[in-house]
C-alpha cells in the first residue's frame, strides 16, 4: 500500500490490525472498507489543495452565516448558490453593501464550499490583482496569470470599486472577465451599488463591455445593518 501511494488504505488498515476488527470482516466488506477509506482519503487532500490554492480572505463556512433577514440574506437564494449550480452554469453573483456588513466572509464562504465540491477557486482583492497584473506583463508571465485565472471554475474578486480604474487596468479586467463570460462563474464584492460600478470603470465602451458580460445573468446579494466589525 506504501509503495502504491494507498496511504489512506493503509492507514485504514493498521487501525483494523489494532482494533483486530479485520478478523470480523469478509473480503468484500474489507476490502469496500478500505478503498472507500482511500477515496475519503484523497477527497480530503483535494479539498485541503483546493482551500490553499483559493488564498481566501477567511476562513468562512457557509454554516457559519448569520442567515438574518434584516442583513438582506435570503436563506433560499443562499440555499440555492450552497448548491453550486451558478458555477455549473457560469453564473456571476454580486454582493454589495457597506464596509464591514460581511461581504468577504459571505463570499469565502461559498468559494469553500466550492471547494468542498472539487471546483477551482481563486480569490483576489481587486486592487492587488490588477497590481500583479502590471507586474506579471512587466516579468512576461501575464499569460501565465490569465490562463491561471481562467481556468477556475469560480473567480473571487473583492473590494471592486475602492480606487478608480487606470486605462491598463480597466483592459485587464475586460480581458479576465471576457475570459469567464458565460463559461465560468465569478463573484465581484463591493460597498458601492451596482448601479455606480459604470462611473468606477469610468471609460464608457470598456464599462458597457464588462457590464453587459456580468449584470443581465447575476444572482445579487445586497447586504444591509451596521458594520459587524462595530457589532464584535
Ligand atoms: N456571517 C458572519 N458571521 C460572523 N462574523 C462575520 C460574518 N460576516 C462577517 N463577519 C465578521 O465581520 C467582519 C467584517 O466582515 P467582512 O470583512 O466580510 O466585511 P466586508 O463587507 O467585506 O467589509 P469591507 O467592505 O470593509 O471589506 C469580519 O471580522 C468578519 O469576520
Known amino acids: 500500500m506504501k509503495s502504491l501511494r494507498l496511504?489512506?488504505?493503509?492507514?485504514?488498515?493498521?487501525?483494523l490490525v489494532e482494533t483486530r476488527r479485520m478478523t470480523e470482516l469478509n473480503f468484500e466488506d474489507g476490502l469496500q472498507l478500505l478503498l472507500q477509506s482511500e477515496l475519503d482519503s484523497r477527497e480530503e487532500k483535494r479539498f485541503d489543495r483546493l482551500k490553499k490554492n483559493a488564498a481566501f480572505r477567511y476562513q468562512a463556512s457557509v454554516e457559519e452565516l448569520n442567515m438574518d433577514p434584516k442583513?438582506?440574506?435570503d436563506k433560499a437564494q443562499i440555499a440555492d448558490l450552497i448548491t453550486g449550480g451558478y458555477i455549473e452554469r457560469g453564473e456571476p453573483l454580486l454582493i454589495s453593501g457597506a464596509t464591514g456588513c460581511g461581504k468577504?466572509?459571505?463570499?469565502?464562504?461559498?468559494g469553500l464550499k466550492a471547494?468542498?465540491?472539487?471546483?477551482?477557486?481563486l480569490y483576489f482583492n481587486l486592487q492587488k490583482l490588477l497590481q500583479r497584473?502590471?507586474?506579471?506583463?512587466?516579468?512576461?508571465?501575464?499569460?501565465?496569470?490569465l490562463d491561471r485565472i481562467a481556468k477556475a471554475d469560480l473567480l473571487i474578486l473583492?473590494?471592486?470599486g475602492l480606487v478608480n480604474l487606470d486605462q491598463q487596468q480597466r483592459l485587464d479586467l475586460m480581458e479576465i472577465i471576457e475570459d469567464r463570460h458565460a463559461r465560468s462563474s465569478t463573484i465581484?464584492?463591493?460597498?458601492?451599488?451596482?448601479?455606480?460600478?459604470?462611473?468606477?470603470?469610468?471609460e464608457d465602451t470598456i464599462a458597457d463591455a464588462v457590464l453587459d458580460r456580468?449584470?443581465?445573468?447575476?444572482?445579487?446579494?445586497?447586504?444591509?445593518g451596521e458594520s459587524l466589525r462595530k457589532k464584535r
Not at 465581484?188 to 469610468?202: N, T
Not at 456580468?214 to 444591509?224: A, D, G, P
Open 214 to 224: 456580468i449584470v443581465h445573468t447575476s444572482h445579487r446579494i445586497e447586504l444591509k
Open 104 to 110: 468577504s466572509f459571505l463570499a469565502s464562504a461559498l
Open 115 to 121: 471547494c468542498s465540491q472539487g471546483k477551482k477557486v
Open 133 to 145: 497584473t502590471k507586474i506579471a506583463r512587466l516579468e512576461g508571465s501575464m499569460h501565465k496569470l
Open 7 to 15: 496511504l489512506g488504505m493503509e492507514r485504514s488498515w493498521k487501525a
Open 188 to 202: 465581484i464584492a463591493s460597498q458601492l451599488p451596482v448601479a455606480s460600478w459604470y462611473d468606477v470603470i469610468g
Open 71 to 73: 442583513r438582506g440574506m
Open 158 to 160: 473583492d473590494d471592486f
